[in-house]
């Protein structure tokens, strides 16, 4: 079946630092990537999302290529911002509107 | 601003109760809502799928006379907790997806249940 494996947090990073989140997939055929940011006391946002393979999707300066050679959409930022702090979620399209989601990573950005 | 909106935002409530959550999206009609659950530290976990004018289908698992889902119009979804007991305490979180097949979906801010 399908999953998503993230990288266990909570990550906590100083502000200006270079951010990396890890996600793998397991899944059938080539599903859509994305990264949901979920703000404290917000409901999960889109932050970016790639639909085939070397496919980059990035906003707000963060990036995430979409490797289908290792399984992988790994999110990453050159340099966080203390507003960053969230918690993200890594998903993919297991049918035409239904995504299945990682375990959310705690990212806290410090002053 | 939010397109989905989550009522209430947090409840507790005896246990033997029954909660009712609402999920509407605002500015936009959906025709299909979804409702997750969430653990501590864990991911969501799709609970059912709403549809609005049939009956809601319900993912592997969860109990369809516990967890009672309407779709009485095109931009409102409920679930209703039944006799409610603390192992029902989660989050849950209801989502729409966008109208525009990009495979997006709109979440509510999440209802937080304690049952004591």
């Known amino acids: 079946g399908n999953s998503v494996t993230q990288m266990e947090g909570p990550v906590t990073l100083s502000e200006e630092a270079f951010l990396t989140i890890n996600c793998t997939y397991t899944a059938t055929g080539y599903p859509s990537l994305f990264w949901y940011v979920q703000y404290p006391g917000e409901g999960l946002q889109l932050l970016l999302k790639?639909?085939?393979?070397?496919d980059k999707g990035s906003n707000k300066g963060f990036e995430a290529t979409y490797r289908k050679e290792t399984t992988s959409f790994h999110l990453e930022k050159g340099s966080v911002q203390v507003s960053d702090s969230a918690v993200y979620f890594c998903a993919l399209r297991r049918s035409a509107r239904q995504l299945t989601f990682g375990s959310g990573t705690q990212l806290t950005v410090l002053p | 601003g939010a397109v989905v909106s989550q009522h209430p935002s947090w409840v507790i409530c005896k246990s033997g109760t029954s909660v009712k959550i609402e999920c509407r999206s605002l500015d936009f009609q959906a025709t299909t809502m979804f409702w997750y659950r969430q653990f501590p530290k864990q991911s969501l976990m799709l609970m059912a799928t709403s549809n609005e004018g049939s009956k809601a289908t319900y993912e592997q698992g969860v109990e369809k006379d516990k967890f009672l889902i309407n779709h009485a119009s095109l931009t409102l979804s409920t679930l209703t907790v039944t006799s409610a007991h603390p192992e029902d305490s989660s989050f849950y979180i209801c989502?729409?997806?966008?109208?525009?097949?990009?495979?997006?979906?709109?979440f509510g801010e999440g209802s937080r249940l304690t049952v004591l």
């Open positions: 790639a639909t085939k393979a070397d």
């Open positions: 989502s729409a997806p966008s109208g525009r097949n990009t495979g997006e979906l709109f």
